[in-house]
C-alpha cells in the first residue's frame, strides 16, 4: 500500500508539470500561428520525454527510500525482539521488550511480555509453595501429595 501511495505522489506530480508545461508548449506553438507539424509529439515530445525520465527515476527513488525506513523499522523491532529473547534466557523476565515497528512485531513482543509476566508469576507461586512446604513440615502423605504438585508446578515452566 505504501509503495502504491508513492508511486501515485510521484506520478500525480509529474502529471501536473507535464499538464502545465504542455499547455504552455501548445500556446507558444499556437502564437507562431503556422503549424509545419507532423504530429503534435514534434511539439510536446522532448518535454514528455523529460517527464516520463522524472516518473521512472522519481517512482524508483521514492520507492528505495520507502524500501529503506521499512527495513530499518523492521530492523530495529528485531533487534528490541532479540535482546529481550536474550535477557530472558539470562533468566530477566521482568523487563519489557518495548518494540516498535511493524505490526507484527509490536504484537510478537506484547505477546512474549505477558508469557513472560506468566511465567514469572508462576515462578513467585512456586517459590512461594517451596518455602511453605520448607517451613510447614507436613505428615509425609501431606508431603508427598504437595511435593508433586509443586514438580508438576515446576514442568509448566520448565518441561
Known sequence: MCFTLAIFAVAALVAWCFHKSAGNSLVAVSYQGHYEFHNPYEIIGEDMAGKLAFL???????????????VRRIRSGVERLVRAFLRSA?????????????????????RLDAYRSQTLSQ??????????????????DEFARRWDALKRSIRTVAP
Open 56 to 70: 521512472f527515476l522519481g517512482s524508483a527513488a521514492a520507492c528505495l527510500l520507502l524500501f529503506l525506513v521499512l
Open 90 to 110: 539470562e533468566g530477566d523476565l521482568s523487563s519489557p521488550t518495548s518494540a516498535r515497528g511493524p505490526r507484527d512485531i509490536v504484537s510478537l513482543c506484547t
Open 123 to 140: 515462578i513467585d507461586a512456586i517459590r512461594t509453595e517451596a518455602a511453605d512446604l520448607k517451613n510447614a513440615q507436613p505428615p509425609p
